[in-house]
């Protein structure tokens, strides 16, 4: 039998420029600079893993289209999440333009920057954009904080008609040891059988240069019980991981929780439609 294919099923790549990407601030002078799958490949290696999902870090179209460009000539990206506005009136002639590119399985917008995640996922526009992109059998992943953590449970039930995915736990503020409150916005959420969760970006919601895998390992035995393997994923958040530790930290954290073949590869290629098993 063939062995299932192991996935980092959240990672980004970019060629660097401020103007592009506001999000990198002052204190990230470490993700000030190029990150392409020449730099990725080696550490996937390492790990153990046979691709990846690159999952888009600026909110316009180019940044779809470069994605898709890079996945045509790295076939161990397995899968791209772009981005598209999902509320212009021009939402399926773009979609259609990427009809005819496979590994596009998914969209997202940083929601977190709106300046009200819950107004903006109450928007008409939005909501119709979202039951576009499901009637299309696309994913859409949800970047919120773990305060906006019912809005996004209000969204996801409004749209169950694919799967919908939680980056990063749902951002929860590791800082102010907020486990149980998370944990009590977040249970609801995973009541939901069409919701999966990336186990991601945990490292650097605690304090970048003081964490350590007891602070962190709670959050992650709470996601396991809620959701299950069969709706979790390992994904690094490389290179945003690199600000708190190296690749190899993320994944011995989660390590550390399970080795479940779900979580590791399983998950993702069932919610990506990706083809789960190695040759």
Partial sequence: M???MRLDAHQHFWRYDPASYPWIARNMDGLRRDFQPDDLRPLLDAAGL?????????????ETDQLLQLAERYPWIRAVVGWVDLCSADLEQSLERWAQAPVLRGFRHQLQ?????????????FNR?????????LVYEVLIKAP????????CQQHDQHHLVLDHLGKPDVQANDLKAWAKLLAPLAALPHVSCKLSGLMTEAHWQNWSRAQLTPYLHTALELFGPERLMFGSDWPVCLLAGEYAHTCALVDSVSQSAAIWGGTACRVYNIEGVMP
């Fill in 2 to 4: 063939s062995p299932s």
């Fill in 129 to 137: 954009g979202l039951t576009t992109l499901q009637r299309r059998g």
């Fill in 148 to 155: 906006d953590l019912g809005a996004a449970t209000a969204l």
């Fill in 113 to 125: 920057d709106e300046n009200s995640p819950a107004a903006f996922m109450q928007n008409p526009a």
């Fill in 50 to 62: 046979d691709g990846c999902i690159a999952v888009q870090a600026r909110a316009c179209e180019s």
